[in-house]
T-cell receptor, first 109, second 117 residues
Framework: KQEVTQIPAALSVPEGENLVLNCSFTDSAIYNLQWFRQDPGKGLTSLLLIQSSQREQTSGRLNASLDKSSGRSTLYIAASQPGDSATYLCAVGPEKLVFGKGTKLTVNP | KAGVTQTPRYLIKTRGQQVTLSCSPISGHRSVSWYQQTPGQGLQFLFEYFSETQRNKGNFPGRFSGRQFSNSRSEMNVSTLELGDSALYLC????????????????FGDGTRLSIL
């Protein structure tokens, strides 16, 4: 049974800092891994999707990497801003997404 | 392009009642998936419908059921509500064919917050 773990559960950083969020999964037989953002009381916003054949994806200040063999992914956020404050979730797919419990990020002005 | 629409946004029910939630996917998307989010268990997959057929199912009791209509809109029904069913219910849509599932993200609605008294 696939299990996804995210560390840390919460993270507080000053504005402008570069940071890394971690995601690990137990079964390397995945088709893709997705990173989502969730604001309080809202649904999920897709940030990046990495297919199993890819090593990384980039979108603006976000970069996600995938190492299938070690069962790990990281989400790198450059030059963090207060607007980045949210819970970040990773999920392995493709269809029946299995989610981690998320990292709650607070960026302090 | 309109996003995924879920109605209603909030619901309050009492134990033993039943409830129906609705999800309209992005135009052209044929797959709709449902997830339950609770503080304790996080996000858990309920089921997925594609072309009016349930294609995948999570590990939930039979009180949780769903259906999909010919226009791809989906409904989820929970019967004999229990206190533990209090949660945010999210639906996600995607184009649906398996090859594209691997390359394209699922798009989520803002959810229905269900509270059981």
């Amino acid at each position: 049974k696939q299990e996804v773990t995210q560390i840390p559960a919460a993270l507080s950083v000053p504005e402008g800092e570069n940071l890394v969020l971690n995601c690990s999964f137990t079964d390397s037989a995945i088709y893709n891994l997705q990173w989502f953002r969730q604001d309080p009381g809202k649904g999920l916003t897709s940030l990046l999707l990495i297919q199993s054949s890819q090593r990384e994806q980039t979108s603006g200040r976000l970069n996600a990497s995938l190492d299938k063999s070690s069962g790990r992914s990281t989400l790198y956020i450059a030059a963090s801003q207060p607007g980045d404050s949210a819970t970040y979730l990773c999920a392995v797919g493709p269809e029946k997404l299995v989610f981690g419990k998320g990292t709650k990020l607070t960026v302090n002005p | 392009k309109a996003g995924v629409t879920q109605t209603p946004r909030y619901l309050i029910k009492t134990r033993g009642q039943q409830v129906t939630l609705s999800c309209s996917p992005i135009s052209g998307h044929r797959s709709v998936s449902w997830y339950q989010q609770t503080p304790g268990q996080g996000l858990q997959f309920l089921f997925e419908y594609f072309s009016e057929t349930q294609r995948n199912k999570g590990n939930f009791p039979g009180r949780f059921s769903g259906r999909q209509f010919s226009n791809s809109r989906s409904e989820m029904n929970v019967s004999t509500l229990e206190l533990g069913d209090s949660a945010l219910y999210l639906c996600a849509s995607s184009p649906g064919d398996r090859a594209r599932f691997r390359k394209q993200p699922q798009h989520f609605g803002d959810g229905t917050r269900l509270s059981i008294l």
